[in-house]
């Protein structure tokens, strides 16, 4: 991750007044007093006290695992936001978002049968009537949500950390850059990647990409990329929420399987979803019987947002500093969630540049 200076930082010379000599072919510059001022830009800190240009690689690993080799290891498998019955994302009470994953769990529902005789026959009580026995029922499975758990826990399943800006003027407020109010926002080399690759599928499904449904069978290979159900989301006290951004490349296979989405809404169908199709062939004892009932809007484009508005205290004379909170996953319901993708195309790689421009 980096944090850019932007195209802030200048130079400025104020109030100055200075004449030319020629003395003996010497050049002279008259004393005079000279108020220089650097806009230093912008800062980025871990805890909010210790700040620099940028976080390295081995920084962020230590933030989230603790060691970088403990980072190295890690490998997160999918989850959803755990929304409510009107679509609202859930918080704990720290002010986070929750994280939810589906699990197939057996139920120990017994069921009634009959006993039999050494032929096979059923037997009968005293009364002409068959004698019974409980057995488990081994085909009773549900589907289950269980909360995710974050960063390096066992079985974590999403990454959440905190990241803290500062803008950096200690000079006066009369150069003629000095703005009262600036948006953090994104920088352009924002982005989420990973590797194009294909898998050679184990049984049939149905996929939609490129504007085309396709049906695929064992044997065939499906051409995808992970990053596209990878998450990005991020929230700060002004943006009021969680923001999350989806940015689908050439391969992009659907979004999330919705219910209630229909030919009409073919990247949420679910009977046209990647994801979706495949599980029920791989799974037939324990199918999905419908999608994700309620969906959290996504963006595609990081550069059109606000993160956080700096302001000028002229008391303190500096901006205020600010907190953002970032998630990351793997959205479990997302098309392009396919089981089988090799190791070269789990490898998703998230850099994160942040700037600041003038307020509109």
Same mark, same amino acid.
């Given at each position: 991750?980096?944090?850019?200076?932007?195209?802030?930082?200048?130079?400025?010379?104020?109030?100055?007044?200075?004449?030319?000599?020629?003395?003996?072919?010497?050049?002279?510059?008259?004393?005079?007093?000279?108020?220089?001022?650097?806009?230093?830009?912008?800062?980025?800190?871990?805890?909010?006290?210790?700040?620099?240009?940028?976080?390295?690689?081995?920084?962020?690993?230590?933030?989230?695992?603790?060691?970088?080799?403990?980072?190295?290891?890690?490998?997160?498998?999918?989850?959803?936001?755990?929304?409510?019955?009107?679509?609202?994302?859930?918080?704990?009470?720290?002010?986070?978002?929750?994280?939810?994953?589906?699990?197939?769990?057996?139920?120990?529902?017994?069921?009634?049968?009959?006993?039999?005789?050494?032929?096979?026959?059923?037997?009968?009580?005293?009364?002409?009537?068959?004698?019974?026995?409980?057995?488990?029922?081994?085909?009773?499975?549900?589907?289950?949500?269980?909360?995710?758990?974050?960063?390096?826990?066992?079985?974590?399943?999403?990454?959440?950390?905190?990241?803290?800006?500062?803008?950096?003027?200690?000079?006066?407020?009369?150069?003629?850059?000095?703005?009262?109010?600036? #948006?953090?926002?994104?920088? /352009?080399?924002?982005?989420?990647?990973?590797? %194009?690759?294909?898998? *050679?599928?184990? &049984?049939? $499904?149905?996929?939609?990409?490129?504007?085309?449904?396709?049906?695929?069978?064992?044997?065939?290979?499906?051409?995808?990329?992970?990053?596209?159900?990878?998450?990005?989301?991020?929230?700060?006290?002004?943006?009021?929420?969680?923001?999350?951004?989806?940015?689908?490349?050439?391969?992009?296979?659907?979004?999330?399987?919705?219910?209630?989405?229909?030919?009409?809404?073919?990247?949420?169908?679910?009977?046209?979803?990647?994801?979706?199709?495949?599980?029920?062939?791989?799974?037939?004892?324990?199918?999905?019987?419908?999608?994700?009932?309620?969906?959290?809007?996504?963006? #595609?484009?990081?550069?059109? /947002?606000?993160?956080?508005?700096?302001?000028? %205290?002229?008391?303190? *004379?500096?901006? &205020?500093? $600010?907190?953002?909170?970032?998630?990351?996953?793997?959205?479990?319901?997302?098309?392009?969630?396919?089981?089988?993708?090799?190791?070269?195309?789990?490898?998703?790689?998230?850099?994160?540049?942040?700037?600041?421009?003038?307020?509109?």
């Amino acid at each position: 991750m980096s944090a850019s200076a932007a195209a802030m930082t200048a130079l400025c010379l104020t109030a100055t007044t200075y004449a030319w000599f020629s003395r003996n072919d010497n050049v002279w510059l008259e004393s005079t007093n000279v108020k220089m001022q650097w806009d230093d830009g912008i800062l980025i800190s871990l805890d909010g006290t210790n700040f620099s240009q940028d976080i390295s690689s081995n920084q962020f690993k230590e933030l989230i695992a603790g060691e970088a080799e403990t980072y190295d290891n890690l490998a997160y498998d999918g989850c959803t936001l755990k929304l409510d019955e009107n679509g609202n994302i859930q918080y704990d009470e720290a002010g986070n978002a929750i994280f939810e994953y589906d699990t197939v769990v057996r139920e120990d529902v017994y069921k009634d049968v009959p006993v039999l005789d050494e032929d096979g026959n059923p037997v009968l009580d005293a009364d002409n009537n068959p004698v019974t026995k409980q057995e488990l029922d081994y085909t009773n499975y549900n589907h289950v949500s269980e909360v995710a758990k974050k960063n390096s826990e066992e079985d974590a399943r999403y990454i959440q950390f905190d990241l803290y800006f500062r803008l950096s003027t200690e000079g006066s407020t009369s150069s003629s850059n000095f703005r009262e109010k600036y #948006n953090l926002v994104f920088g /352009d080399l924002t982005k989420i990647s990973a590797e %194009d690759t294909s898998v *050679k599928l184990k &049984n049939k $499904l149905t996929a939609y990409q490129n504007g085309e449904v396709t049906e695929y069978g064992s044997g065939d290979e499906l051409s995808l990329n992970v990053a596209n159900a990878m998450r990005l989301g991020v929230n700060s006290s002004d943006l009021g929420g969680l923001k999350v951004y989806e940015t689908p490349t050439d391969l992009d296979l659907g979004s999330v399987a919705l219910e209630g989405a229909d030919e009409t809404d073919p990247t949420h169908y679910k009977n046209y979803s990647a994801m979706y199709t495949y599980y029920n062939s791989l799974f037939p004892k324990y199918p999905l019987s419908e999608g994700k009932n309620k969906m959290v809007q996504t963006d #595609n484009n990081y550069s059109d /947002d606000s993160l956080g508005l700096f302001t000028y %205290d002229y008391t303190e *004379k500096k901006y &205020n500093d $600010l907190k953002v909170t970032f998630y990351m996953w793997l959205e479990g319901w997302d098309a392009d969630y396919i089981y089988g993708v090799d190791a070269a195309g789990r490898d998703i790689s998230v850099y994160l540049e942040f700037t600041y421009k003038e307020t509109e």
